[in-house]
Nanobody, 122 residues
Framework: QVQLVESGGGLVQAGGSLRLSCEASGRTFSIYAMGWFRQPPGKEREFVASISWSGGTTYYADSVKGRFTISRDNAKNTVYLQMNSLKPEDTAVYYC???????????????WGQGTQVTVSS
């Protein structure tokens, strides 16, 4: 049974930084692509970033390019999202996700975490 546990959310002022972590268990972490999604208040869940199994390929939503960085540590079964220059519009519940293949491509994730709240005050 796959489990994804996010941590690192919280309240931060605009312009600040946060680092989210997601520890995975239940299947071999190092062979699956990972991703981060978010759901702002009153809106649908949206893609934020993804990373391939080796970390060699990353994708970002246009809204976070240049501000967010996704990375992974396969020895720790953990994926990270470093968020800098945060804006009030980044306020959302952030979800970690695991894909069913080495690269995310156009596929949907197989598994989701429970989410962690990020609130950016102006």
């Amino acid at each position: 049974q796959v489990q994804l546990v996010e941590s690192g959310g919280g309240l931060v002022q605009a312009g600040g930084s946060l680092r989210l972590s997601c520890e995975a268990s239940g299947r071999t972490f190092s062979i699956y692509a990972m991703g981060w999604f978010r759901q702002p208040p009153g809106k649908e869940r949206e893609f934020v970033a993804s990373i391939s199994w080796s970390g060699g390929t990353t994708y970002y939503a246009d809204s976070v390019k240049g501000r967010f960085t996704i990375s992974r540590d396969n020895a720790k079964n953990t994926v990270y999202l470093q968020m800098n220059s945060l804006k009030p519009e980044d306020t959302a519940v952030y979800y970690c996700a695991q894909y069913g293949s080495r690269r995310s491509g156009a596929s949907r994730p197989d598994y989701w975490g429970q989410g962690t709240q990020v609130t950016v005050s102006s």
